[in-house]
């Protein structure tokens, strides 16, 4: 699976568009962290017949960081029994932010298509856990986020 990671401290816009060829088999996963800076992404993809398309993205944001994602995947009437599936798990440090706007067109019901958007904070709970286990708040945190990536 190719693995994208967007980790520099500078903005970054990255915009591109696809098509899927019949029974192409596709498993995209990012890794964007956005340090007090600007990561937007703007996918486009198109889906043929009997093609799988998995697309998973892993977020965090601080230090005022903002990560925007536009997803979309078009899947026309002559495009039946496709796989499709969006993924997106975001954690948010500090007055960061993540916004996520996933966009399914589809024109035909033989496919199964399913997506995902879990973004939160770290949860105090989790990291008074850690630290009764002996970690320091820091490496609490740290656990707790690369739990996520991995």
Known sequence: MPLIRLESKENQVISSSHILNEKEIQKIRYIIIADGC?????LSFSLSQSCQFHISFSCIAKNKGSIQIFLKNDVSSHSPHCVLSQTVNGIVLDSSSIQVTPV????TSKINASHSIH?????KDKIFYLMNKGFCKEE???LLIKSLVE
């Open 104 to 107: 399914m067109n589809i024109a």
């Open 119 to 123: 973004i939160g904070r770290v949860e």
């Open 140 to 142: 609490a945190i740290s």
């Open 38 to 42: 600007l990561k937007k992404i703007d």
